[in-house]
């Protein structure tokens, strides 16, 4: 076989075969074939696309590049959960300690942070001791022990798209819907998913800007998880605006928090039902997501699921004080007040300017090593749809000084449209994508 003969197949629009696939992504990893080669086979991808079947290839083969996480000493089917993330997006610290308290074990691996979108890591690690690095042993033990553990992804876990991800982003071959569906995938399958509900996004502070792209990029990761034994239900979701009503680190723990309470915003707490339904039918802890979210509504109520945040966060060493009140969270030197300067009805509150604002405050990092100040960040108190008078505060920035506080108020203001109407559906869950196809919502 020859590297050649693969990117020439595929510049000619022919369909590779599993080997070939695999002889690319292990000669890739191992070394043996160049950046260059593999430069060309991805823009390939990116003018041909790729068949439902080579995509369920490339994955799998991602997927083996290194570690698989061995789950089976946990009880059940393991269902995992992923998010393409956006701007206040807390729904893992909600979500994960919800299913939990429904018995549906969650070891969780997540992310960091980049550019406008916030990570689940460095939420976590808003709260004082909350540790995210652990061992193997002591991960599964936790997930034992209480249900539901969230640590950091290994770096042996498919090392094949982190290499093939730094060379997508150096040549304009990120927007190819199979190379980010595998991507995804892979990981989700090397983490030890048996069974996947992924929360796809759509808008101004979403990875994919439209709905028919994010309904595309949901149908390819469906169709690879049927055709992988890894059954895949995906909810296609709004991220006009930012989810929920903070953005930044410790201020969205906070949220979560009231979330777990119960007295969580609507839209975040609409969408981690939502999901959570999912996840406990796909888990075979409920025949249908109607009565899941029943089962979810009466533990949401009932505190357990709050209780459920704070026997994780003690089990992975973090101040337990925080589920009961939030000011044991680190917190800003300045709140400023952005206020609005005519009444009328919300008609946008930019999810990415508002998150780009959050970034310039110290809450997301630009570049992979930049650090993060984990009390900075955006409260929102009106949301597209809401009233405001003139001079009503529609949100406060909350900031390490009085000037960066300034230039965030500017920002977050010019994220804002009003309207002397109020606008049409601002509704957050938008379609369910399922191995039977779109249902629109
Ligand atoms: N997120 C991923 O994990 N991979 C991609 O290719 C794009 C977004």
């Known amino acids: 076989m020859r590297v050649y003969d693969i990117i020439m197949r595929k510049r000619d629009g022919l369909e590779l075969d599993g080997d070939e696939?695999?002889?690319?992504?292990?000669?890739?990893?191992?070394?043996e074939i160049p950046d260059y080669q593999m430069a060309a086979f991805l823009m390939a991808v990116y003018f041909r696309g790729m068949t439902a079947r080579e995509t369920g290839d490339l994955t799998m083969s991602m997927a083996g590049s290194g570690d698989i996480v061995d789950l089976s000493c946990l009880p059940g089917r393991k269902v995992d959960k992923h998010s393409t993330g956006g701007v206040g997006d807390k729904t893992s610290l909600v979500l994960g300690p919800m299913v939990a308290s429904a018995g549906i074990p969650v070891p969780k691996m997540s992310g960091r942070g980049l550019g406008h979108t916030g990570g689940t890591l460095d939420k976590l690690e808003s709260i004082p001791g909350f540790r995210v690095s652990?061992?193997?042993?002591?991960?599964?033990?936790?997930?034992?022990?209480?249900?539901?553990?969230?640590?950091?992804?290994?770096?042996?876990?498919?090392?094949?798209?982190?290499?093939?991800?730094?060379?997508r982003d150096v040549t304009a071959?990120?927007?190819?819907?199979?190379?980010?569906?595998?991507?995804?995938?892979?990981?989700?399958?090397?983490?030890?998913?048996?069974?996947?509900?992924?929360?796809?996004?759509?808008?101004?502070?979403?990875?994919?800007?439209?709905?028919?792209?994010?309904?595309?990029?949901?149908?390819a990761m469906v169709s690879i998880g049927g055709s992988v034994g890894r059954e895949t239900v995906a909810v296609i979701s709004c991220m006009e605006q930012p989810l929920g009503f903070a953005v930044g680190n410790a201020l969205e723990v906070a949220e979560a928090v009231e979330t777990l309470s119960g007295r969580g915003p609507l839209d975040l707490t609409e969408l981690c039902l939502t999901?959570?339904?999912?996840?406990?039918?796909?888990g075979g802890k409920a025949p249908d997501?109607?009565?899941?979210?029943?089962?979810?509504?009466?533990?949401?109520?009932?505190?357990?699921?709050?209780?459920?945040?704070?026997?994780?966060?003690?089990?992975?060493?973090?101040?337990t004080s925080?589920?009961?009140?939030?000011?044991?969270?680190?917190?800003?030197?300045?709140?400023?007040?952005?206020?609005?300067?005519?009444?009328?009805?919300?008609?946008?509150?930019?999810?990415?300017?508002?998150?780009?604002?959050?970034?310039?405050?110290?809450a997301g990092r630009l570049t992979k090593e930049s650090p993060v100040d984990r009390s900075v960040g955006i409260v929102?108190?009106?949301?597209?749809?809401?009233?405001?008078?003139?001079?009503?505060?529609?949100?406060?920035c909350h900031a390490p000084d009085d000037a960066s506080g300034e230039a965030a108020v500017d920002m977050v203001k010019r994220a804002y449209a009003m309207s002397p109407d109020p606008p049409l559906s601002h509704r957050i869950v938008r379609a369910i994508v399922t191995g039977r196809g779109v249902e629109a919502l």
Do not use: H, N
């Open 173 to 219: 071959t990120v927007d190819s819907i199979p190379l980010i569906a595998s991507s995804i995938m892979s990981k989700k399958i090397a983490g030890g998913a048996e069974a996947i509900v992924l929360d796809v996004k759509f808008g101004s502070g979403a990875f994919m800007k439209g709905y028919e792209d994010a309904v595309g990029l949901a149908t």
């Open 289 to 319: 997501p109607a009565s899941a979210r029943a089962v979810l509504e009466g533990l949401l109520a009932s505190g357990k699921c709050l209780e459920k945040f704070i026997q994780m966060v003690g089990a992975q060493g973090g101040d």
């Open 380 to 396: 929102l108190e009106k949301k597209v749809g809401d009233r405001a008078e003139d001079g009503e505060v529609l949100a406060w």
């Open 322 to 362: 925080v589920g009961r009140d939030p000011s044991f969270l680190p917190r800003a030197a300045v709140v400023a007040p952005v206020r609005a300067d005519c009444p009328g009805y919300v008609l946008r509150a930019d999810a990415l300017q508002i998150g780009r604002a959050a970034m310039s405050l110290g």
């Open 134 to 167: 652990l061992s193997m042993d002591e991960f599964l033990s936790a997930v034992r022990g209480v249900g539901i553990a969230i640590v950091g992804q290994t770096g042996r876990l498919a090392p094949a798209d982190g290499k093939m991800y730094a060379l």
């Open 21 to 31: 696939i695999s002889f690319l992504v292990d000669g890739f990893v191992a070394g």
């Open 275 to 282: 999901l959570g339904s999912y996840m406990l039918v796909l």
